[in-house]
């Protein structure tokens, strides 16, 4: 079992950054570590993923240039940075864990999930 707990969320304004941080404890040995999102009305999306040895990070098309994902397995914390903010990112941000080994985009494909944080984005 793995427990993940999100923290960072908030409103901010368009334009402006936040940084998630996704903590991790118990069976913490995950190969990918994932961010996902959903918005009001739609499915979950996927958002970025890192795999934890090696660092390969992967980003979905809407976030490429403005979001970085990065990892302390020291502390089995796993980050999200949004810069550039945009309304459209309004959603709950979800972290994920994977433990086989081979990139997935999709929610399936992932194991363990948090609880979710919500973050607002104001025009």
């Known amino acids: 079992q793995v427990q993940l707990v999100e923290s960072g969320g908030g409103l901010v304004q368009a334009g402006g950054s936040l940084r998630l941080s996704c903590a991790a404890s118990?069976?913490?040995?995950?190969?990918?570590r994932g961010w996902f999102r959903q918005a009001p009305g739609k499915e979950r999306e996927f958002v970025a993923a890192i795999r934890r040895t090696g660092g390969s990070t992967y980003y979905a098309d809407s976030v490429k240039g403005r979001f970085t994902i990065s990892r302390d397995n020291a502390k089995n914390t796993v980050y999200l940075q949004m810069n550039s903010l945009k309304p459209e990112d309004t959603a709950v941000y979800y972290c994920a864990a994977r433990y086989s080994d081979g990139y997935s985009y999709t929610v399936e494909g992932y194991d363990y999930w948090g609880q979710g944080t919500q973050v607002t984005v104001s025009s």
């Open positions: 118990g069976r913490t040995f995950t190969f990918y």
